[in-house]
C-alpha cells in the first residue's frame, strides 16, 4: 500500500511540471513533386498531402495601423519595416532591438517603450516562414514593408560554438549560423508573448551570453519536464506536442527521400519493433516544422533534450528527410546534431542517402472520399428534384451532377439498381455509373419526367458509392402532370374607389395584370370596346396588345383629375385570349371635393369679442392694461398669417407682446394669441389700429382698432417725522427687564391715516440697518400703530435677536471671560394703554441684553408710499446681575 501511494505522489509531482499542449501549424505547402513536376498529392505522404498541422487563420496577420502587425497565427507582435536599422552584428542589433527601439522610432505610434523589443529567437523568426512560397515575397504582401533577400539574425546562440549565433535565409528558408561580430545582418524585432493559436515553444537555450539574447527572455511555451515519454510500444510522446514518433530512430537506414515517404507510410504495428496496434497510413514522414519540434537549442551532438526516450540514433550528428518540398528535385532534411535545416536531392540513396524517423498524429487526417449531389433545380443540394407543372406527353430534363470532395478516389455502382425509377420518370444520358471519380472530380446524368396523366408524381432512386457516412444518396423526384395549356388573367384590383378629390388635382392607381396560367396571355387594346370617360383617363399603359408568358405581368394606370364638385361612375374592359374570362371589366369611383380654403376669424377679449374694437379702460399715466387677440382658422386649408402690424404698424402708448402668431401657418380648427398693451404716457385720449395679413382670400388683412384714455397720477405728500421722548437720549442703567419707549406722532399733510413702526437694534443707524420688529424667527411681530385715540389695546409681538460675532466681540471688548453666544432676547413691545395724550405713543420692551447699547427710532408710514423716520436715540441697559 505504501509503495502504491509513493508511486501516486510521483506522477502528480512529474505531471505537475508538463506545459500546456502545444499545437503546431502547417508548413504552407499544399502542392506535391516528384522530380518532373508538380503530381496528385493523394497517397503521397508528401507534405502537401499530409497537410499535418494546425491550419492558418486568414487573414494571417493584422495591420495595427501603428508601425506594428499581429500575427494571428501565433499571437506574436511584429515592426512592420524589416529594414528599419540595416546591416548590424549580433551584439548590435541585440542593442537596437532592446534599447533603441521605441514609439516614435521606425514609424511606431504604438505607445511602446525601450525594453518592449526583442530580438526574435530562432523559433520566433522561423514561424514566418511559408514553405509554400517565397517567403520573402509573401511578407512583403501580408503587411510587412522592406522585407529583404538576405539574412535575418535570431537572438539565440548556436550551442556547438557559442561565438555564433543561428541566422535565417528568408529568400530560401535556409537556417545557418555565423560570427556573433564579425557577421552582417538585418534583423526583424519582435514583442508580446506566444499566445497561439499555434504557440511558438521554447528554444530550450536558457544561458544568457549577452543582455536580450535568447537564454535572457527565454520566449515562447514552457517545454514540459520530462520532454518525452516512452510508451512501452515503440513509441515515444512528446509532451509538448502530443506528436508520437517512433523509438527505433535508425529502423530503415540510409535511404533516398522517396522510398523515405513510403516506408513512413506503410509502417505499422510489427515493424520497427511497433507494438502500438497501429495500421498502415497512420504514420508518416514529419514536415520541417515537426521535425523540427525536436530540436534542443542548448544542445547538440545531438540536439536533443537529455534524458530522451529515443534508441539507435545512428551518430550525433546524424541527417533526417522531412516531407517537405524545395522545388522539384530538392527537399528538406535536418542534422540532428545541431538543428540546421537545409535541402539536398531528393535521389540520394545509400551510402549516400538520410535516414526517416517516422511520426503520428499532428492533425494528419486519412484520405476518404466524400460525395456531394446536386440538380438543376433550386435549392441545388436538398436531394429533390422538382419538375413542376408538365404538359401531358410531353417531357421536362434535370440535371444530377455528382462531385467528389474528399481526399480519395470515388467509386460509384449502378445508379437506380436497387431502387430503381418508374412510370413518369426515367434515367438517361448516365456518365456516372461504375465510374471512379478523382478528388475534385465530377460526373452528370439526366433524369426525365414524360406524365401521363393529371396527376402528381412523386419516385426516388438510390446513388451508391463507396463514401464511408454517405452510401446510398437517395434522391426524391416530383412532378405535377397537366392537361393542354391555357391562358389565366388575374387583376390585381376589379373596383377602384378613390374616394374623395379636390377639384383640379388628380390621383392615380396603377393596375397590374398577371398570366397565372400555362401559356401566353395574349392582351387587345385596354378600354377601347368600354372607353373611360373624363374625368377618368388610362395613362402609362404596358399592357395593351401585349403576350404575357405563364407568371409575368404588365401594369398600366387609371388618372382621376375632377374639374369639379360631384360624384363621377365610370369602367373599362381589359380583353385578352383567357377562354373565361373575356374581358375583365374594372369599375372605377370617385368625388369631385371644393378646393380648401383658409377663413380667417379674429376676436378679442372685450365684450363683443368679434367687432375688431379693443376700447381699453381709463387708466392712470404709468400704469398700464393688456388685452388678448385670438387668432382661428376656421376654413379646411391651413392658415398663413403674415408679421402682425407690418404695414400699419401700432404707436406708442400701444404695443404687441407675446406674439406667438406672427409668420405661423394654422391648421384648419387651430388658433394662436397675441397681447395688445396699452400703457399711457400722457393723460389724454389715444386711438390707432393694427393690420393681421393672411392668406386667407377674402379678409385680407384683418384690421383691429384700439382706444384708451391717459388719467393723471395723485401726488403723495409725506408725513411729518415722529419725535422720540423716552428714554432720554444717551441714558445709562436702563432696566433690562422692562423700558417703555415714547414718542410724539407725526402728522400727515394729505389726511392720510398713520401707521408707525418701531427700530430697535445695536447698529447705530437702525432705521436703515435693521429690520422693524419682523423677525421671520420671532413668534409675533406687529409693529404697525395706528394712530389716533383708542390706541391702547395691547399688542404683544416677539423677535429673537440672535447675538452672535458682534456681541462675542463686544463682551471680549469689556474684559468678560465667557466666550458664550449671547441667547435670543425676547421683546414684547405694546402699545400704551395709560397713555392719555392722544399725540403721543408708546412701545414697551423686556428681555434685553444687560449692558448693551440699543438704538432706536420711529417711523411713520402713510400707505401711500411715504414713510417718514424719527431721529435715532441710544441708551444703555444695566447689568442687574451686579
Aim: charged content about 15%; glycine content about 8%.
Amino acid at each position: 500500500m505504501a509503495q502504491k501511494i509513493i508511486i501516486q505522489l510521483m506522477c502528480m509531482f512529474l505531471w505537475a511540471g508538463f506545459a500546456s499542449a502545444v499545437d503546431l501549424p502547417k508548413t504552407g505547402q499544399t502542392t506535391c513533386r516528384d522530380n518532373f513536376g508538380t503530381i496528385n498529392c493523394t497517397n503521397t505522404g508528401q507534405d502537401g498531402d499530409t497537410q499535418a498541422g494546425l491550419a492558418w487563420p486568414d487573414p494571417r496577420f493584422t495591420d495595427n495601423g501603428d508601425g506594428t502587425l499581429t500575427d494571428n497565427l501565433t499571437g506574436l507582435i511584429w515592426l512592420q519595416n524589416a529594414n528599419c536599422f540595416g546591416y548590424l552584428n549580433f551584439p548590435d542589433a541585440l542593442t537596437y532591438a532592446n534599447s533603441v527601439l521605441q514609439n516614435n522610432v521606425c514609424g511606431l505610434t504604438d505607445g511602446s517603450a525601450l525594453g518592449d523589443w526583442r530580438l526574435p529567437n530562432i523559433n520566433e523568426l522561423r514561424s514566418l516562414i511559408n514553405s509554400g512560397d517565397n517567403t520573402v515575397t509573401w511578407l512583403n504582401t501580408q503587411g510587412f514593408i522592406n522585407v529583404q533577400d538576405v539574412d535575418y539574425v535570431t537572438s539565440t546562440t548556436y550551442a556547438y560554438d557559442t561565438t555564433k549565433v543561428w541566422r535565417v535565409e528568408l529568400s530560401s528558408d535556409y537556417t545557418l549560423t555565423y560570427n556573433k561580430v564579425s557577421g552582417g545582418f538585418n534583423f526583424l524585432a519582435v514583442r508580446g508573448t506566444s499566445t497561439g493559436p499555434a504557440q511558438v515553444l521554447r528554444t530550450g537555450q536558457s544561458t544568457s551570453y549577452l543582455t536580450g539574447d535568447d537564454g535572457d527572455f527565454q520566449a515562447g511555451a514552457v517545454l514540459p519536464s520530462p520532454r518525452f515519454s516512452d510508451n512501452g510500444d515503440g513509441t515515444v510522446t512528446d509532451n509538448i506536442t502530443t506528436l508520437i514518433w517512433l523509438k527505433n530512430a535508425e529502423c530503415f537506414g540510409k535511404q533516398g527521400w522517396y522510398d523515405a515517404l513510403a516506408d513512413a507510410n506503410s509502417l505499422a504495428d510489427g515493424l520497427c519493433g511497433l507494438t502500438d496496434g497501429s495500421a498502415a497510413g497512420e504514420w508518416h514522414l514529419p514536415n520541417r516544422v515537426e521535425m523540427r519540434s525536436l530540436i534542443d537549442y542548448s544542445q547538440s551532438l545531438p540536439a536533443l533534450t537529455p534524458g530522451h526516450s529515443f534508441v539507435n540514433l545512428p551518430s550525433v550528428n546524424s541527417v533526417y528527410w522531412t516531407s517537405t518540398n524545395y522545388g522539384t528535385d530538392t527537399a528538406w532534411y535536418i542534422s540532428m546534431g545541431d538543428g540546421g535545416l537545409a535541402t539536398t536531392s531528393k535521389l540520394k540513396v545509400f551510402p549516400d542517402g538520410w535516414y526517416a524517423w517516422p511520426v503520428k498524429g499532428g492533425g494528419v487526417v486519412t484520405p476518404v472520399p466524400d460525395i456531394t449531389v446536386t440538380d438543376s433545380a433550386a435549392p441545388a443540394t436538398d436531394l429533390d428534384v422538382v419538375f413542376g407543372d408538365v404538359t401531358l406527353n410531353t417531357s421536362s430534363d434535370q440535371t444530377v451532377t455528382i462531385t467528389n470532395d474528399g481526399s480519395a478516389d470515388l467509386v460509384i455502382g449502378l445508379i437506380a439498381q436497387a431502387n430503381p425509377v418508374a412510370g413518369a420518370f426515367s434515367i438517361l444520358n448516365d456518365t456516372c455509373s461504375s465510374q471512379t471519380l478523382n478528388p475534385d472530380a465530377s460526373c452528370t446524368f439526366t433524369v426525365r419526367f414524360t406524365p401521363d396523366a393529371v396527376d402528381a408524381f412523386v419516385e426516388s432512386f438510390d446513388i451508391p458509392s463507396n463514401d464511408v457516412d454517405e452510401n446510398p444518396v437517395t434522391m426524391v423526384l416530383h412532378g405535377n402532370g397537366i392537361g393542354t395549356p391555357a391562358p389565366d388573367i388575374t387583376l390585381d384590383v376589379l373596383q377602384i374607389p378613390f374616394g374623395s378629390v379636390t377639384e383640379n388635382t388628380t390621383v392615380d392607381q396603377v393596375v397590374t395584370v398577371t398570366n397565372n396560367g400555362n401559356a401566353d396571355l395574349v392582351l387587345g387594346t385596354v378600354g377601347a370596346s368600354d372607353t373611360l370617360a373624363a374625368p377618368y383617363s388610362i395613362i402609362n399603359d404596358n399592357c395593351s396588345a401585349q403576350t404575357l408568358t405563364p407568371t409575368a405581368n404588365c401594369t398600366l394606370t387609371v388618372r382621376f383629375a375632377p374639374l369639379g364638385i360631384g360624384s363621377f361612375n365610370d369602367s373599362f374592359d381589359v380583353p385578352s385570349n383567357d377562354p373565361d374570362e373575356n374581358p375583365v371589366t374594372v369599375n372605377v369611383s370617385g368625388t369631385g371635393a371644393a378646393t380648401p380654403v383658409a377663413d380667417i376669424a379674429v376676436s378679442d377679449s372685450v365684450t363683443p369679442a368679434d367687432d375688431h374694437i379693443i376700447p381699453f379702460a381709463d387708466l392712470t399715466v404709468g400704469v398700464s392694461g393688456e388685452q388678448t387677440v385670438t387668432i382661428e382658422n376656421l376654413g379646411s386649408a391651413d392658415l398663413v398669417i403674415g408679421q402682425i402690424a407690418q404695414n400699419n404698424p401700432l404707436a406708442a402708448p400701444f404695443t404687441i407682446i407675446n406674439d406667438n402668431c406672427s409668420t405661423q401657418t394654422i391648421a384648419p380648427s387651430a388658433s394662436c394669441t397675441f397681447t395688445v398693451r396699452f400703457a399711457p404716457i400722457a393723460a389724454e385720449a389715444f386711438s390707432d389700429s393694427l393690420d393681421i395679413p393672411s392668406n386667407d382670400p377674402d379678409e385680407n388683412p384683418v384690421t383691429i382698432n384700439v382706444s384708451g384714455t391717459g388719467l393723471s397720477a395723485a401726488t403723495n405728500n409725506p408725513p411729518s417725522a415722529p419725535q422720540l421722548l423716552s428714554p432720554a437720549n444717551g441714558q445709562q442703567g436702563v432696566a433690562t427687564t422692562l423700558v417703555t419707549l415714547t414718542y410724539l406722532k407725526g402728522t400727515d399733510p394729505d389726511a392720510d391715516p398713520l401707521t408707525y413702526e418701531l427700530y430697535l437694534c445695536t447698529d447705530s443707524d437702525p432705521f436703515n440697518n435693521c429690520q422693524p420688529y419682523v423677525n421671520p424667527t420671532a413668534a409675533v411681530v406687529a409693529p404697525k400703530i395706528p394712530a389716533g385715540p383708542g390706541n391702547g389695546t395691547m399688542m404683544l409681538f416677539a423677535f429673537t435677536l440672535t447675538v452672535l460675532g458682534a456681541a462675542h466681540f463686544l463682551q471680549r471688548r469689556k474684559g468678560l471671560a465667557v466666550g458664550m453666544l449671547l441667547t435670543a432676547g425676547v421683546l414684547l413691545v405694546s402699545c400704551s394703554g395709560g397713555n392719555h395724550d392722544p399725540n403721543q405713543g408708546s412701545f414697551t420692551a423686556s428681555n434685553l441684553a444687560p449692558d448693551t447699547t440699543y438704538y432706536w427710532s420711529v417711523a411713520a408710514d402713510d400707505g401711500n408710499g411715504g414713510q417718514t423716520p424719527s431721529d435715532t436715540r441710544h441708551f444703555t441697559t444695566g447689568n442687574e446681575a451686579e
